[in-house]
């Protein structure tokens, strides 16, 4: 079993900064890629930024060149650059992995329990 705990969530102004951490359990980031979501309030939730295990990115076109995806393998730990935040971009962000258990592509899907970012205008 893999435990996801995201931190680094908070309040902070339109136009500021954040940096959410999602840090595992055991060493799973090097193998399978991870993702960021994020729920809105009264919102499903979506996809926001992801990287594969091979470091390639995506990103949901409301923030691109405002957010940056990144992992340190070493520290089994994920990360979200947020810059120039703005109102839209709260919500609760989720950390995920998707993990293949066998050779017949079953797999399990972690997540963490969540962070609060809250961006006031």
């Known amino acids: 079993q893999v435990q996801l705990v995201e931190s680094g969530g908070g309040l902070v102004q339109a136009g500021g900064s954040l940096r959410l951490s999602c840090t595992a359990s055991?060493?799973?980031?090097?193998?399978?890629?991870v993702s960021w979501y994020r729920q809105p309030p009264g919102k499903q939730r979506e996809l926001v930024a992801s990287i594969t295990s091979d470091g390639y990115t995506n990103y949901a076109d409301s923030v691109k060149a405002r957010f940056t995806i990144s992992r340190d393998n070493a520290k089994n730990t994920a990360y979200l650059q947020m810059n120039s935040l703005e109102p839209e971009d709260t919500g609760v962000y989720f950390c995920?992995?998707?993990?293949?258990?066998?050779?017949?592509?079953?797999?399990?899907?972690?997540w963490g329990q969540g962070t609060q970012v809250t961006v006031s205008s």
């Open positions: 055991r060493n799973i980031f090097s193998r399978n890629g």
């Open positions: 995920h992995t998707r993990v293949v258990v066998n050779v017949e592509g079953a797999y399990v899907d972690h």
